[in-house]
């Protein structure tokens, strides 16, 4: 999969792109990830990307010219992928829709900075806004290495082992958390590990573990389990 990036702080993703599982991913040539400077795109003497907003209001707002034209410009240089523009008034970032990014060949992700884009960036480029979740970030940076992460462990030979994906929260036919995980030491603070675990019998754990996600679930996210079960947790 071949990933880009467009951001004003290209040097934000240096240190995030080279290490541990992503590092090796692009190593591997399962992944490349591109980051360009949305800045080389601006035009004038002082190539200004942002500009006060119009009725006035607090803040800067993102000009349409250098982000337009640096989206045109990178979407070129390779067969088209998928856009993204990573802003809070996007659809909600879950893992059917980090499962249907992972599908994608090429994804294009663009990095919103201070009160955000002017409007005739989505109009004209017609992107899929998508958010992190419901808080403020300074910038779209950390969004983007959020929706890289989440991608990246999907594609096939990323992690070692491919049985993880599967297992982990959110993952699977039902949404369900993880069950709790345990290694050595057997004891530790007279917290010992469950017994079941140490049988060898893996039809047994299969079963502890699949009861553990149930339980684990409804006391902590009753949403994903149903109205129901919702309910019921309220009533406790």
């Known amino acids: 999969m071949r990933i880009d990036v467009l951001t004003l702080f290209p040097e934000i993703f240096s240190g995030y792109v080279g290490q541990s599982v992503l590092k090796r991913a692009i190593v591997a040539g ?55 523009l990573l802003t809070p008034q996007g659809r909600r970032l879950d893992q059917r829709v980090v499962e249907e990014l ?82 050595r030491p057997r004891e530790y603070r007279g917290l010992k590990v469950p017994d079941v675990l140490m049988t060898g019998n893996h039809p047994d754990i299969a079963r502890w573990r699949e009861q553990q996600q149930v339980e684990r679930t409804r006391e902590r996210r009753a949403d994903l389990l149903g109205d129901d079960a919702a309910e019921r947790r309220s009533d406790v």
């Open 102 to 183: 992972a599908e994608k060949k090429r994804l294009v992700m663009v990095c919103g900075r201070y009160e955000g884009f002017d409007h005739r960036v989505i109009e004209l480029l017609q992107p899929d806004e998508i958010s992190i979740g419901d808080y403020i970030l300074g910038g779209g940076e950390v969004a983007a290495m959020v929706v890289i992460d989440a991608v990246a462990r999907l594609i096939p030979g990323v992690l070692g082992d491919e049985e993880s994906n599967k297992q982990d929260s959110f993952s699977g036919e039902r949404p369900l958390l993880e069950f709790p995980q345990y290694t």
């Open 30 to 84: 399962l992944v490349g990830v591109h980051v360009h400077n949305i800045r080389d795109w601006a035009q004038g003497k002082h190539r200004q990307v942002d500009d006060r907003p119009f009725g006035g209001g607090p803040g800067m707002v993102l000009r349409p010219e250098p982000v337009v034209d640096s989206v045109e410009a990178v979407q070129a240089a390779d067969e088209p992928g998928h856009l993204i």
